[in-house]
């Protein structure tokens, strides 16, 4: 498994794991990217760089991947 990327605090990680606990592991990554960037699409807090922004994202994938990678081992397929 890869290590967890270092993001910042702001980056919602406990909503993302969550929310990707309920998204199928053969979800491509570009709906995972699609489904970000709609729930930061109302965001209007002014510490939302477009910094922040491409953590969460990069956040959000490699949460699938681990997720997928779970999946995975739990199915023998490793």
Known sequence: MTRKPHV????PTRAIDW????VHVATPD????????????????PRW??????????YALWRHHQNFAEYAWVMGRH
């Open 8 to 11: 910042d605090p702001l980056v």
């Open 19 to 22: 929310k990707l606990g309920h």
């Open 30 to 45: 570009a709906d995972v990217v699609s489904m970000v960037e709609a729930a930061m699409a109302g965001q209007t807090d």
């Open 49 to 58: 760089t477009p910094a922040i922004r491409r953590q969460t994202v990069r």
